[in-house]
């Protein structure tokens, strides 16, 4: 009996601290390096607004979808006239079922491959049959239309699955700290263009070679939390390069001398600037840059739904985009520094740089 009190206590415990979450390394390793920022320069820090993650969210499904019309091919005429042609048949029986009616678009790009290739094969055996030339024209009328349709079918398959949605949508947290990157999603992304640019003159794989393609998306979380860490870590920057410039040299440095202030500040960057926040930068550096490259080259992929190219470009294509704004963070918050250290003559190589 005198285990319920205890059990209780630890079960009150527990449900205190559901829903309680740590804030992450990258995020604690920033706040903590702006806290010193701002201690050492009396300046305030404005926190993070997650809000302003919603301009990265993706645009509804219906304004990136296209509207295709539906092709339907009647099973029971060419049960009775192709006879012949039992892997078309086989494939438009696919797409009648109960299944096939509800079939995803991702799961759809490798059906409309393996329709078009069931028919050019009926279409090369009823060449040389002169009974059957009212339906190879039927057929070559509807491949010719379904191969024209590939482009759009692309686009939907990326645009209406959930796996892609997944990869290009911000996370509740930023990439962590010191992780060790292996991502299989961006050769996965880079096989989908190369299939989109293909396209219509090379049909798509079958749905078994594509599956692998889309699920790597899914099972990848570095593409999101990359996208949150980049806009966290980006308004980091430029609240500690406001802070390195709001004050002029002599706050920090009279005459151009170190000071017991400015030689905190020092500590500061070396410590944790120097010792933290720069490996973290090269961490989104080295996974940035080839997604970043990735996103434009499938923006690149022709006919993409301007909708679909918009939100691709506020990630990585135009200069203002999350990518290339927070490279220039980067770059304008090293300017800072340089400035700062080097009127303080604490730069490396200078009479005040002094290790801590």
């Given at each position: ?164 949605e997944n990869y290009l949508r911000f996370a509740n947290e930023p990439l962590a700290v010191s992780e060790i990157l292996s991502d299989e999603a961006l050769p996965a992304l880079q096989q989908l263009t190369a299939i989109g640019n293909a ?158």
């Open positions: 009996m005198r285990l319920l009190p205890a059990l209780l206590i630890l079960l009150s415990i527990t449900a205190l601290c559901v829903g309680c979450q740590p804030t992450p390394d990258a995020e604690r390793q920033m706040d903590n390096y702006l806290e010193r920022v701002a201690r050492v320069l009396k300046q305030d820090v404005a926190p993070f607004d997650t809000n302003q993650l919603s301009q990265y969210r993706l645009p509804e499904r219906r304004e990136r979808l296209y509207d295709i019309p539906a092709e339907r091919i009647s099973l029971l005429d060419l049960l009775i006239d192709v006879n012949q042609c039992k892997p078309l048949q086989q494939r438009i029986a696919e797409r009648n079922s109960v299944l096939g009616k509800v079939m995803p678009w991702s799961s759809r790009l490798g059906y409309e491959g393996e329709l078009i290739r069931a028919l050019d094969t009926c279409r090369h055996t009823l060449e040389n049959d002169p009974q059957q030339q009212d339906l190879l024209t039927s057929l070559n009328d509807i491949a010719e239309r379904k191969r024209s349709q590939l482009p759009a079918v692309f686009w939907n398959a990326i645009n209406a699955s959930s796996e892609t396209l219509p003159e090379q049909l798509p794989p079958p749905t078994s070679e594509l599956d692998p393609l889309f699920q790597a998306l899914q099972r990848s979380p570095h593409s999101s939390q990359l996208i949150t860490a980049l806009a966290q870590t980006r308004h980091g920057l430029h609240q500690a390069t406001t802070m390195l410039r709001a004050r002029p040299a002599n706050y920090l440095c009279p005459m151009n001398q170190p000071s017991e202030r400015s030689k905190i500040l020092l500590n500061v960057f070396v410590l944790f600037y120097a010792g933290e926040i720069q490996p973290y930068l090269a961490q989104l550096q080295r996974l940035g840059e080839p997604w970043a490259e990735q996103i434009r080259q499938l923006q690149a992929v022709p006919h993409i739904p301007p909708a679909t190219a918009q939100a691709l470009d506020q990630l990585a294509g135009k200069p203002a985009s999350l990518w290339e704004s927070y490279r220039q963070a980067v770059e304008e918050h090293t300017r800072a520094w340089q400035d700062v250290l080097g009127a303080c003559q604490s730069a490396p190589g200078q009479a005040g740089w002094q290790t801590p």
